[in-house]
């Protein structure tokens, strides 16, 4: 019987089926952060149990941290605390941590895939919703709430039922000045915020495989932001290549072998999908978001379109159906998170601003997703075209994704994020988002408004 990739992975990972209910599946990798970990570790106190298998699990400090001065204690207790005892849960229970100023620190998303714990076939599960990017490497990986993670902690395994699947063919070639960004934001426009909602996605299509690993994370850590359970992509050579010494990748003739196993990781043909929807990749253009979800989205250069039920988001945001986003005052450019906060995303912006100086009335915060980022990014030269346009880095965390450290965008003002949500307050109360990729990020932090990059860098 011809299987999808998504079969394949979940038919090996049930321990039990639950007859007419769901499966005990068996996770293969546990990531955990300071916000969502405390009372999983609290409810394991109560209950007197120890992690089961500790070496599965990994942490990292991100949402909380400050992206300044992170050599001095956290300030706000309600952002030290729980870094604190995140600190306290791991060594207590033997879990490898990647503490502040760490060289493996990081956002959960990014440090996975670049220490190699991320690999492929896996079950992988974090209480964080953009767990879906550890999807790029052929991988059923969701997020789960506070309950799981402490179900996780303490069994290594999880209740879960089957979802539906769902299979997005994308073929041809990108345009210039069209990123992975602007692809995912055109899929999610077009199939709406609930359009994937009760399915797992299969991204393929000769677009999809042209896609380097940090392109196809993008496309996957946004895949929940229609709605669906999870995203994945096949692994192919560009995988192994990626994955290759980096340092919790297997190792020799272990090595090998994995390789051989990951190469079987592919849908059969003739397997079938419940709903499949195919896209053009030369009809994508440079996308902005209008409204307050990640569907709201338009091609930078159209109009803003009259749709029903939309106009509460218009009048938060400020905006009338018909006007034109196009030449809008941006006040804010965030450029980070685990959507776009990876090494390409930074050369993709500096190598657009080089030569150019930042506007004057743009408040940027460019906000690496890891210290290897942070170090690459000084490695490669990038900072210094950063620091010559006038460009300040910040340290690493998620920053400015979401309202929970000191990263937060004014009301009422403009924010142009590279980040995956625009939903009201999601930056700060009252702020304004509009989701893009780096390159109408690089646009808007050079001349003050939202700028078609095709047209302002003749691409």
Same mark, same amino acid.
Not at 249 to 277: I, Q, T
Not at 403 to 426: A, H, V
């Given at each position: ?37 405390? $009372? ?103 997020? !789960? ?14 209740? $879960? ?15 210039? +000045? ?16 609930? +359009? ?59 090595? @090998? ?73 941006? @006040? ?49 030269? !990038?900072?210094?075209?950063? @620091? ?72």
């Amino acid at each position: 019987m011809a299987k999808t990739i998504f079969d394949k992975i979940w038919e090996r990972h049930v321990v039990k089926q639950i007859h007419d209910g769901p499966s005990v599946l068996y996770i293969d990798r546990h990531f955990i952060h300071e916000v969502t970990s405390p $009372q999983a570790f609290a409810g394991l106190d109560k209950r007197g149990l120890k992690v089961f298998r500790p070496l599965q699990t990994f942490a990292t400090c991100d949402h909380n941290v400050p992206t300044q001065n992170q050599h001095l204690p956290i300030e706000d207790p309600s952002s030290r605390i729980p870094v604190e005892q995140l600190a306290k849960n791991t060594k207590a229970h033997g879990i490898k941590y990647f503490p502040l100023g760490h060289p493996g620190n990081g956002i959960v998303h990014i440090i996975g895939p670049e220490q190699g714990i991320t690999q492929c076939g896996m079950t992988i599960v974090c209480g964080d919703s953009h767990t879906s990017t550890h999807g790029a490497f052929g991988n059923i990986a969701f997020g !789960i709430g506070t309950s799981e993670v402490e179900m996780v902690l303490a069994t290594q395994t999880l209740m $879960q039922t089957k979802p539906k699947q769902m299979l997005i063919e994308v073929n041809g070639s990108l345009g210039k +000045g069209v990123c992975s960004k602007d692809l995912i934001l055109h899929i999610i426009s077009s199939l709406g915020s609930s +359009g994937g909602t009760g399915y797992f996605l299969e991204f393929a299509g000769s677009t999809i495989e042209a896609l380097g690993m940090e392109e196809r994370m993008t496309i996957c850590n946004m895949s929940i932001e229609m709605g669906a359970r999870g995203g994945l992509i096949a692994p192919d050579q560009k995988t192994f290549d990626y994955l290759n010494g980096r340092k919790y990748s297997p190792k020799g003739s272990v090595w @090998d072998n994995a390789v051989s196993s990951w190469r079987l990781l592919k849908s059969d043909a003739g397997c079938s999908y419940d709903v499949v929807h195919s896209f053009d990749a030369s009809s994508v253009e440079p996308m902005v978001t209008y409204g307050t979800n990640p569907g709201a989205a338009i091609a930078v250069n159209k109009t803003i379109p009259s749709v029903a039920g939309e106009e509460k988001a218009l009048a938060y945001m400020g905006f009338k159906a018909g006007e034109k986003i196009c030449d809008l005052k941006i @006040d804010y450019v965030f450029v980070g998170s685990c959507t776009n906060g990876r090494i390409e995303d930074f050369r993709l912006f500096a190598n657009a601003v080089k030569g150019k100086h930042k506007h004057p009335d743009v408040v940027a915060w460019l906000v690496p997703g890891s210290k290897e980022v942070e170090r690459q990014i000084h490695d490669q030269g !990038i900072f210094d075209i950063l @620091d010559q346009a006038g460009f300040e880095l910040r340290q690493p965390g998620c920053s400015a994704c979401l309202g929970m450290n000191q990263d937060k965008i004014p009301e009422g003002k403009y924010s142009l994020s590279t980040s995956n949500r625009n939903f009201e307050g999601r930056q700060g109360p009252g702020a304004r988002t509009i989701l893009a990729g780096p390159l109408v990020a690089a646009a808007a932090a050079i001349t003050g408004q939202i700028t078609d990059p095709r047209t302002y860098f003749k691409l």
